[in-house]
T-cell receptor, first 116, second 116 residues
Framework: AQSVTQLGSHVSVSEGALVLLRCNYS??????LFWYVQYPNQGLQLLLKYTTGATLVKGINGFEAEFKKSETSFHLTKPSAHMSDAAEYFCAVRPSSSGNTGKLIFGQGTTLQVKP | EPEVTQTPSHQVTQMGQEVILRCVPISNHLYFYWYRQILGQKVEFLVS????????KSEIFDDQFSVERPDGSNFTLKIRSTKLEDSAMYFCASSGRSGKSSYEQYFGPGTRLTVT
């Protein structure tokens, strides 16, 4: 079964510092990959996705992620953290063979804290 | 911007009672999902629904659970006889018509179910 691992349940950075949230997946066939963000008392909001094509994908709020097949990774980065980035971040995969109704398999989430 | 809505935001029920969680997906979407997140754990897939039938369900989705799209706009999750372990945040999601738009799942804010 496919799985997703997010290294670090809590990450703390200073405002203006680089944000790096790690995600690795287990799959013999590259899946579709997603990052979602959840602000307090809100639902999951799609930040960015990789399906095919360019391996560096850009999302909302200045975030980007790079799909590295050789490392089975899809790490999320942002050059300069802002206080408003404090939230929980979820990496998710969808098996590419699952058709149009494919479920998402989520990692356990990483809470990002941004210190002033 | 269209969004997925869920009601109620918080439901408290006694063990053994039936609950219905309601969702209004984005209006032109065709694929519908329920996920749940037990406190401190991963977001887990429960069921997907397309063309008025279940297309995939997880092992969590046993005979106590059912889904329905009763009127072309609402999408409901029913738990017939709630157990303490059903306490969780339940997320509804929907995705678009076809092709790559079907890959992006849009989530509602969730219903927190507390079983006492």
């Amino acid at each position: 079964a496919q799985s997703v691992t997010q290294l670090g349940s809590h990450v703390s950075v200073s405002e203006g510092a680089l944000v790096l949230l790690r995600c690795n997946y287990s799959s013999s066939v590259p899946p579709y990959l997603f990052w979602y963000v959840q602000y307090p008392n809100q639902g999951l909001q799609l930040l960015l996705k990789y399906t095919t094509g360019a391996t560096l994908v850009k999302g909302i709020n200045g975030f980007e992620a790079e799909f590295k097949k050789s490392e089975t990774s899809f790490h999320l980065t942002k050059p300069s953290a802002h206080m408003s980035d404090a939230a929980e971040y979820f990496c998710a995969v969808r098996p590419s063979s699952s058709g149009n109704t494919g479920k998402l398999i989520f990692g356990q989430g990483t809470t990002l804290q941004v210190k002033p | 911007e269209p969004e997925v809505t869920q009601t109620p935001s918080h439901q408290v029920t006694q063990m053994g009672q039936e609950v219905i969680l309601r969702c209004v997906p984005i209006s032109n979407h065709l694929y519908f999902y329920w996920y749940r997140q037990i406190l401190g754990q991963k977001v887990e897939f429960l069921v997907s629904f397309y063309n008025n039938e279940i297309s995939e369900k997880s092992e969590i989705f046993d005979d106590q659970f059912s889904v329905e799209r009763p009127d072309g706009s609402n999408f409901t999750l029913k738990i017939r006889s709630t157990k303490l372990e059903d306490s969780a945040m339940y997320f509804c999601a929907s995705s678009g018509r076809s092709g790559k738009s079907s890959y992006e799942q849009y989530f509602g804010p969730g219903t927190r179910l507390t079983v006492t």
